[in-house]
């Protein structure tokens, strides 16, 4: 009777051996891998991961976790007991906090040439999947109506003409709002921007207090006051797609100036069992094939310069010859401070 | 003499173990995390801390306030009188309730109400009137009313015996709701961003822009304290109140309705329609936008980006009917426990379990991130989302709950108990039966909370299946007119839907009272 | 045979009842007649195990029930508003007791238990359509279905007017004798104890005064007050 325990007692040894050797090495191919993400990329999803499924026979188990800032924070939170084996979504303005967490395992991919330097991690702990930029729209129709040029930079915006029809969003209540202020940092530098904004408050510039308003009420298309607002380089084509009748060009357009971009990376969580596996979904997540997907599911660009883009994103936007772009380091560290100016200077 | 109960710890150990691990312990863990510096972030900003608190406390107390004096006609109408529609306009008060808060702000915004401390307060009052039509009515129109009756004899007016008896007895239920009111205002999260935005910010706004923008834990686990203790303060001295006031006196075992006849009926149809008109008006928004193409045909077609929205409709009755089973059960045990047992531990059970609907949703989210791995990993399941519904729910149940049991008296389970029914056959035979039928307001109001929850759930990672409202959030975040027409058709499908339920339910209710 | 030896109840640290004794004869019928607030009503609650003695001692048959939990007393106790489950028809009212004790043919004797107190066929009535007096005849039928021990009816007839009164006064007495039941009826109505009862007691501030037939007392009341009271 006694040898039972003592067989039980080998075997727990045994398996407390192997779990310490684990970590680099993966010892087999996982039924299923997590994917964690913001609720936007999960929702959207639907058959993007199949191919995936059928090459390598795991399957893909995609978790929403709310919004980036949500997603980020989970995945800290979690850290010593991941909920995932992969995050994608952090993009550069929670980068900092993520990567000094240490949630992420560094990975190289094997696709990675097919993408632009600027766009990539300097260590590779996160892989760039897409890009979107946030710039100004404008009302085509109204433009057109009311026989107006539309301006072609910032400085021509706070023209009292322009900026009064003009709406941004709020940089503490919305994402493109911060992107904008962001962009001004970058185009003017620290001395200089607070006064283009001051430019633009005394001109009657509208401030939403997310995208939905600027968008739904503010904007001159949907019965609103304002022809150009703060919005995505993807909303024209998406005007196309999603229309009742889809018209032959888009009824906006973006404004190439103040467009300001952000790069959503995927990265290996750190505990993963399956970190060869998790590689590999990096890998297709970055492959032409998943890649040429992303405009029409997730409306941003891909970060594969293979991959084709769809006829829509050809024909009715365009992609920024020079958007702005801020390091996450220097982000992360000003942003308070920021937006707190900003308030200083917008609201007195 | 002292034995333990074992019928008793039957009774309480499913809410104090639900309660216990799905609420208490994140909570703990999170707050402990929280203050011990996981990361340290920018402090001192004890001026705004201030006038944020400042804020939260006004606008929870001038919302609550304006909510009972908006419900109270339609609440006296309902309570008092059976008349045509009555059934359906109690229906309709509740939809607003359920509404996810980006819906209602975007008709306020479509309306012209952006951005002004009135639009905040108008929008609490159009989300909160159900609360109120429906805790209150639910004993008004069971006063017996000879009492009234009674006054009018003794040489009361009507005015009197409203102001000296009615509102007396009432004083339970408007307790309930009130305090119910004001924690949901005192959380406030969406109808403060996006109709105040930044200016206008709560203790709950703070919380998010600490934790989730800034991710300063330390501040936000300090606020979360600061939050919880008023909840909790409010609270105390509402369940001291609440015993103090509670009467018992013989419920009358259906409804007193009457036709309104002369003045009254004049009275019932202004307060009707007066009431359903101010809440139709940015319902009507909603609808008209929804109507202006192909959009509900829409919400059946494959989506290339967001699936076929209508399959949304059935996550969400999924989810709802789960955390309707496990708010109803866990409530109805734990008002039985709550009204069983009087004294200080009774009362902090209570207290306890009304917390989570002042607890901020960004902790009780992350609080399931960094707590719910233990003993098995629940995190990421679906039994997550049903959980966190019927945490909000449970105090619905248990407030609609109480004052009925409150007011059975003791001799009714005396004279079970001399019967021969032992603690637990009086509960089974006695208290349960009765206590069903105003389980079922609570039941009906976990489920419409359910359907519209848009809170804690969006901070915890889940299952990847969209629910009404993350669908509807889905479509109006995303550019053209068709996301938005078929964003406003779903949130008219989820009116439609919650005033059917609603319905459905109170003709259940009223069908087994059997007195219609 | 019920003995209740030297009982001391206190609620809230009041005292209600003090050092009360009574001894209840098998199929004697004793009432306890006292002005309001005497602690009448507690006195039964006490014998029905609802209030716990502080001291002293409550036997049947000679051993002490003290211990025992009120539902298996197997007593009956018809309460002074009757407390009629009101989510309950009259027929489920009667069955109660019956259903607690798991018996059988719960129909049969609920329908012979309402032809006891002349309510044949009103089963299925729902509570509160009934007149006062029927819903004092369910009660009782009620507190007699389940043949109990000891039948207590508290205020049996307190709320009926004078007329229906009188008519039930021998209708209850009946029902009882017909049962060969031992019961204590609680009043404070004198007339209506001794229709009810073969034996009196009084009771005062929460002490028994005098026990006996009312011509005992009248003839040798104890002190003043009984005279006075009793007159």
């Not at chain 1, 997310?210 to 949907?222: E, H, L, P, Q, V």
């Not at chain 3, 003995?3 to 005292?15: G, R, T």
Request: charged letters at 20%; hydrophobic letters at 50%; a negative charge.
């Amino acid at each position: 009777m006694r040898l039972i325990p003592r067989i039980s007692t080998a075997t727990l040894v045994l398996a407390v051996a192997l779990v310490g050797c684990q970590g680099e090495e993966q010892t087999e191919i996982p039924e299923t891998l997590t994917l964690i993400s913001h609720d936007s990329f999960v929702e959207s999803a639907g058959d993007t991961f199949d191919a995936f499924t059928t090459e390598t026979g795991i399957e893909v188990e995609l978790i929403p976790a709310g919004d980036a800032g949500s997603l980020v924070n989970q995945a800290i939170l979690s850290k010593d007991n991941p909920l995932a084996d992969v995050l994608f979504g952090v993009d550069d303005s929670f980068l900092s906090r993520a990567v000094n967490e240490e949630i992420f395992e560094a990975y190289e991919s094997a696709n990675i040439d097919t993408v632009d330097e600027d766009l990539r991690h300097e260590d590779n702990l996160v892989t760039p999947i897409d890009f979107g930029d946030v710039c100004f729209n404008y009302d085509k129709e109204w433009f057109d109506q009311n026989d107006l040029e539309v301006p072609n930079d910032l400085d021509g915006l706070t023209d009292p003409t322009y900026a009064s029809l003009t709406t941004v969003e709020h940089p503490a209540t919305s994402s493109p709002g911060l992107a904008f202020v962001l962009a001004t940092i970058d185009v003017y530098g620290e001395d200089g921007w607070l006064d283009w904004w001051a430019e633009m408050r005394d001109a009657g510039v509208n401030i939403a207090n997310d995208w939905n308003t600027a968008y739904y009420s503010d904007f001159t298309r949907y019965g609103g006051g304002s022809s150009i607002v703060m919005s995505y380089a993807s909303s024209p084509p998406a005007e196309v797609i999603f229309a009742d009748e889809p018209p032959e060009t888009a009824p906006t357009g973006v404004i190439e100036a103040g467009c300001y971009r952000q790069v959503e990376f995927a990265g290996i969580l750190d505990g993963t069992e399956y970190p060869e596996s998790a590689g590999e979904l990096i890998d297709y997540m970055l492959s032409v094939e998943f890649q040429e997907q992303i405009p029409l599911t997730w409306f941003v660009f891909p970060a594969n310069q293979d991959a084709e883009l769809p006829p829509e994103f050809v024909e009715h936007t365009a992609i920024p010859e020079s958007p702005a772009r801020l390091a996450a380091d220097e982000i992360a560290e000003n942003r308070e401070r920021w937006i707190n100016e900003w308030i200083g200077v917008m609201e007195g | 003499m002292k034995r333990i109960r074992w019928g008793w710890v039957a009774v309480a150990a499913p809410p104090v173990i639900f309660i216990g691990y799905f609420f208490v312990y994140p909570l703990i863990r999170i707050l402990v995390l929280g203050l011990s510096e996981l990361s340290v972030g920018a402090s001192g900003v004890e001026a705004r801390l201030i006038r944020v608190g400042w804020f939260t406390l006004w606008q929870a107390t001038v919302s609550t306030v304006l909510t009972f004096l908006a419900a109270g006609p339609l609440t006296w109408a309902v309570s008092s009188f059976e008349f045509k529609g009555r059934r359906l306009a109690m229906a309709l008060a509740t939809v607003p309730f359920v509404l996810p808060t980006v819906v209602v702000g975007t008709a306020f915004v479509a309306l012209g109400w952006q951005e002004s401390i009135g639009a905040i307060l108008a929008a609490h009052v159009f989300f909160n009137v159900a609360v109120v039509v429906r805790t209150v009515s639910t004993l008004w129109s069971r006063i017996d009313p000879r009492i009234q009756e009674a006054a009018r004899v003794l040489g009361a007016s009507e005015w009197d015996v409203f102001w000296r008896i009615t509102l007396r007895l009432l004083r339970p239920a408007i307790a309930a709701a009130a305090s119910i009111v004001f924690l949901f205002t005192f959380t406030s999260f969406g109808v403060i961003l996006i109709l105040g935005g930044f200016r206008y910010a709560t203790l709950e706004v703070e919380i998010y822009r600490q934790a989730v923008t800034l991710f300063d834990l330390p501040l936000a686990a300090a606020l979360a304290i600061v939050q919880l203790v008023g909840v909790s303060g409010a609270l105390y001295w509402y369940s001291r109140y609440q015993e103090r006031t509670a009467v018992s006196w013989t419920l009358e075992r259906g409804t007193n309705l009457r036709r309104p006849k002369g003045r009254a009926r004049t009275g019932v149809l202004f307060a009707t329609l007066g009431t359903l008109i101010a809440l139709a008006i940015p319902l009507s928004t909603l609808v008209s936008r929804s109507v202006t193409g192909t959009y509900y045909q829409a919400l059946f077609r494959d989506d290339p980006v967001v699936g076929v929205p209508a399959h949304s409709v059935l996550n969400s009755l999924v989810f709802a009917v789960a955390a309707t089973l496990l708010a109803t059960i866990i409530g109805v045990l734990a008002a039985t426990v709550i009204t069983g047992r009087s004294g200080e531990l009774s009362r902090w059970f209570d207290l306890t379990l009304m917390l989570p609907l002042g607890t901020s949703a960004v902790t009780i989210g992350f609080g399931f991130i960094v707590a719910l791995d233990w003993p098995v990993d629940l995190r990421a399941t679906r039994w997550l989302v049903p959980a966190a519904h019927a945490l909000v729910a449970i105090p619905f149940v248990v407030r609609s709950t109480v004052p009925t049991l409150r007011s059975v008296p003791a001799e009714t389970r005396d004279a079970a108990r001399v019967l021969g029914a032992s603690p637990f056959r009086v509960w089974r035979e006695i208290d349960l039966p009765i206590v069903s039928r105003a389980g079922m307001v609570g039941a009906a109001f976990a489920f419409v909370i359910s359907l519209g929850e848009f809170g804690a759930t969006s901070f915890v990672a889940r299952p990847a299946s969209a629910t009404i409202p993350t669908m509807i959030f889905r479509l109006l975040s995303r550019p053209g007119q068709t996301s938005f027409g078929m964003a406003m058709a779903l949130s008219v499908v989820l009116a439609g839907l919650t005033a059917a339920v609603v319905m459905a339910i109170d003709r259940a209710r009223f069908g087994e009272l059997g007195s219609f | 045979m019920l003995q209740v030896e030297n009982l001391d109840v206190v609620i809230d640290s009041k005292p209600i009842l003090e050092n009360v004794s009574l001894t209840v004869a098998d199929s004697e019928i004793v009432a306890v007649l006292g002005p309001s607030g005497s602690g009448k009503s507690t006195f039964l609650r006490a014998i029905a195990g609802l209030v716990e003695a502080a001291t002293g001692d409550i036997r049947w048959d000679g051993r002490s029930i003290a211990n025992v939990p009120t539902h298996r007393r197997g007593f009956g106790l018809m309460f002074q508003g009757y407390a009629l489950f009101p989510h309950m028809n009259v027929g489920e009212n009667v069955g109660f007791g019956l259903k607690m004790a798991g018996k059988d043919d719960i129909a049969g004797q609920v329908e012979e238990a309402l032809s006891w107190v002349g309510l044949e066929g009103f089963g299925s009535r729902q509570v509160e359509s009934l007149s006062g007096g029927e819903q004092q005849r369910v009660a009782l039928a009620r507190t007699l279905a389940p043949r109990p021990d000891l039948v207590m009816l508290d205020e049996p007839l307190g709320a009926l007017d004078r007329n229906l009164r009188q008519k039930l006064v021998t209708d209850t007495r009946e029902v009882l004798e017909e049962r060969d039941v031992t019961a204590i009826v609680v009043t404070h109505d004198r007339e209506e104890a001794s229709a009810l009862s073969d034996r009196l007691a009084l009771m005062r501030s929460g002490t028994i005064v005098q026990t006996g037939h009312l011509e005992e007392l009248l003839a040798h009341p104890a002190d003043e007050w009984v005279a006075e009271f009793i007159a």
